[in-house]
Structure formats: structure tokens, C-alpha cells
């Protein structure tokens, strides 16, 4: 049995840890994690510490050198894990643990590094792709212990990408882990073939509904990931899109509206109709 801190701030990563260590019999002894987990996640979600177990030891604080370090320390880890944590882990913290410090990415890295991986998806990535590397001070740069991937989901919505994501970290911690608590120090990574993921800016929230079928679903599954983003601007309104599933072919002008709905519109694409889950943003 392994005695594991996590450090996360939205619930869908601690998920993906806890049930892990859960399965293999390991023990999480702390949870670390921030006062807010930020807009990266999902603003509307309850604290993550409102929703993991009570009987979890959490501590909830910024400073990782002055507060988390000594309290890490005294409780004598054989790893940490981090999933969804949005800070540097300073040296101070990943020098401490047994058998050394690992972060779930899910990128392939060394394409994707930063803090917005399902920004491959959006750009056209064909399918869901995850590491699990060797936490170093830089983000994301580490050595490489597991990689898996997968096709895009049948159903390309936020959720099942999710859901794509944390059975595919669920395999690479299965193969990470014991290669760490063994010693292997990883595949290093190819800095000449590493890419950057940062943030959405404004104007990629909303979608063009001038673009192929295929490229609105991909781009607002990327958006939605972790919470609804997408938007789409219809007849000088902007609704906020839940969900997008193919329609039966109609006629119409690229980006207009076909069909009204109670939960939202069918609308025609460049080249096919989608309706669209939407509700005012």
C-alpha cells in the first residue's frame, strides 16, 4: 500500500486519483488544495472540499512552500499525484515523497503542454490523447512514464470527452505508478517537438456556424470539457450551447435558424443541419 497526497482543485481530477488508489488498495493521506479553483474549471461547481469523503485530511491553502511543504513532510508520502492543479509544485514539495511526484496531463505530451490541452481537440486533434509524467518545476515538462489514447467518442459532447480522459489517466496511472515505486526515471520529452495549450481567448467561445458540421461538434466539445462554454450568436442573441447532435438534413443559409426548440434550435452548418441543446447565456 502507498501512502499518497494529491493536490487538485476540481473534483473531476481528484476523481480520477482517489478512485485509482482506491481500486489498488492505496491510501490518500492528504488532499492539497487551492481557496478557489478559478475559472479554468467549472465556476458553478461546488469547493472541491464539499465533495470529497470527511473523513479526507484537506488542507486548502496557496503556500506550497510555507504551508503545504512541513505538513507533507510529516506525514512521510510515498508519492504525490496531481491532477487538475493549476500552480508550479516547488522543489520544496516534490523533493519529499519516496518515490517522487507525478502529474496527469491530458495532452501527448510534449505536444499540449500548459493549461488548456482540450485546445488539441478544438484545433483537430482525431482523438483523445493523456500522459502521466515526472512532476519537474517547469509545467508539464517531465519525463514520461505512461501515454494512452483513444478515438474522439461517438457521442462528441464535453461530457463523454471527460469521461474519455479519465479512463484513459485510469490506464496510465496503472503503468506509471509501479514504473516510479520501481525507479524508472521515464521517457524524457522532445523540447523540438513540444506545443503550447493556452487559454481560449473570447473570440474562440464563440462557434461559426459557417464551418463544416464536424468542426462546430469538435470545437464545442473542446469548449465544454470541464464546463458550458460554447457559444453561438443567433439573430443577434448569444446562447450558451450544452450539447450538439446531428440533424436531418435541411435546407438553409449556413449559420441560420431552421428550427426552434423548447430546449434550443436545429441551425444549418456549411454543409450539414445540427441541433443544438441551448439556452440563453
Known amino acids: 500500500m502507498l501512502r499518497i497526497v494529491t493536490l487538485n482543485t476540481f473534483q473531476a481530477g481528484y476523481r480520477v486519483v482517489s478512485e485509482w488508489a482506491a481500486r489498488n488498495g ?7 488544495t487551492l481557496p478557489a479553483g478559478g475559472e479554468r474549471y467549472d465556476a458553478t461547481a461546488p469547493p472541491l472540499v464539499a465533495s470529497v469523503p470527511p473523513e479526507l485530511d484537506v488542507l486548502v491553502t496557496k503556500k506550497l512552500r510555507g504551508v503545504a511543504a512541513p505538513v507533507i513532510e510529516a506525514l512521510e508520502p510515498d508519492l504525490i499525484i496531481s491532477a487538475a492543479f ?12 519516496r518515490y517522487g511526484a507525478l502529474n496527469c ?32 518545476p517547469g509545467f508539464d515538462t517531465g519525463a514520461v512514464l505512461a501515454q494512452r489514447s483513444m478515438p474522439l467518442p461517438a457521442d462528441l459532447n464535453g461530457g463523454p470527452l471527460m469521461e474519455s480522459w479519465r479512463i484513459l489517466l485510469t490506464a496510465c ?21 513540444a506545443t503550447q495549450a493556452p487559454a481560449f481567448t473570447p473570440e474562440e467561445y464563440v462557434l461559426d ?29 448569444e ?3 450544452a450539447r450538439t447532435e446531428p440533424a436531418e438534413a435541411t435546407a438553409g443559409t449556413p449559420g441560420s435558424i431552421v428550427a426552434s426548440h423548447a430546449d434550443g434550435f436545429t441551425v444549418r452548418t456549411a454543409d450539414a443541419a445540427l441541433r443544438l441543446t441551448a439556452a440563453h447565456a
Do not use: M
Open 26 to 32: 492505496h491510501e490518500i493521506v492528504l488532499l492539497v
Open 86 to 97: 493549476p500552480r508550479l509544485i516547488p522543489d520544496e514539495v516534490l523533493k519529499l515523497p
Open 105 to 136: 496531463h491530458p495532452s501527448p505530451l510534449p505536444a499540449g503542454r500548459g493549461p488548456n490541452p482540450q485546445r488539441l481537440i478544438y484545433e483537430g486533434a482525431d482523438e483523445v490523447a493523456v500522459s502521466v509524467h515526472r512532476t519537474e
Open 173 to 193: 496511472l496503472d503503468e506509471a505508478v509501479p514504473r516510479a515505486v520501481a525507479g524508472d526515471r521515464g521517457e524524457l520529452q522532445d523540447p523540438s517537438k
Open 209 to 237: 456556424l459557417t464551418e463544416p458540421a464536424s468542426v462546430v461538434r469538435r470545437k464545442a466539445a473542446a469548449l465544454n470539457i470541464t464546463a458550458v462554454r460554447a457559444l453561438v450568436r443567433l439573430d443577434g442573441t
Open 239 to 241: 446562447y450558451l450551447v
